[in-house]
């Protein structure tokens, strides 16, 4: 059974960092892109980032691009997301999902989500 | 605003077809699959239909998927209760080398 199990949502200050983590089971993670969607409260989906199995390749959504960083640990079978230089805007719920076969919008998998507040 | 234009909202009394149209461009739609998905409320979306029309598993056949040019649809047949949902397009952007989602139909069961 494919499982995600999102972690490290918080609230932070603007300005400040926050590392989200997904650890992945059920599936080979080594051969699976894997991305992030997020969604503000009250709103819709927004694909932020993605990467692929091996982590060579990369992508972000405008809005994220040059603060944000995804990466992945295939010993560990986890995706990480790392935030820097958090505004009010990137309040949202962060899923991670694993793409089907290429990077976005393919999600057959997502997690439960994990909380991220961005607020003084 | 998203690249991609949905409906806010669609409505449909119980056995009735409904339809919720995705509107883009030929950076998008017009040269890349189509997805949909389904999200109830409290929960993470769901993969309904991937690449234009196919269904994944476990997903009952009243859910169908069509693309035309830049213009995708889905289409709901027998519409039931449980299908009270917010519905969500989405397809790679090769201008914007990105995911986009559409803005989202919420959809009603009268």
């Known amino acids: 059974e494919v499982q995600l199990l999102e972690s490290g949502g918080d609230l932070v200050q603007p300005g400040g960092s926050l590392r989200l983590s997904c650890a992945a089971s059920g599936f080979t993670f080594s051969s699976n892109a894997m991305s992030w969607v997020r969604q503000a409260p009250g709103k819709g989906l927004e694909w932020v980032s993605g990467t692929s199995g091996s982590g060579g390749s990369t992508y972000y959504a405008d809005s994220v691009k040059g603060r944000f960083t995804i990466s992945r640990d295939n010993s560990k079978n986890t995706l990480y997301l790392q935030m820097n230089s958090l505004r009010a805007e990137d309040t949202a719920v962060y899923y991670c999902?694993?793409?089907?076969?290429?990077?976005?919008?393919?999600?057959?998998?997502w997690g439960q989500g994990t909380l991220v507040t961005v607020s003084s | 605003q998203s690249v991609l234009t949905q409906p806010p909202s669609a409505s449909g009394i119980p056995g009735q077809r409904v339809t919720i149209s995705c509107s883009g461009s030929s950076s998008n739609i017009g040269s890349n699959y189509v997805y949909w998905y389904q999200q109830l409320p409290g929960t993470a979306p769901k993969l309904l239909i991937y690449?234009?029309?196919q269904r994944p598993s476990g997903v009952p056949d009243r859910f169908s998927g069509s693309k035309s040019g830049t213009s995708a649809s889905l289409a709901i047949s027998g519409l039931r209760s449980e299908d009270e949902a917010d519905y969500y397009c989405a397809v790679w952007d090769d201008s914007l080398s990105g995911a986009v989602f559409g803005g989202g139909t919420q959809l009603t069961v009268l």
């Open positions: 999902a694993k793409d089907m076969y290429n990077i976005g919008p393919d999600f057959e998998y």
């Open positions: 690449r234009n029309n």
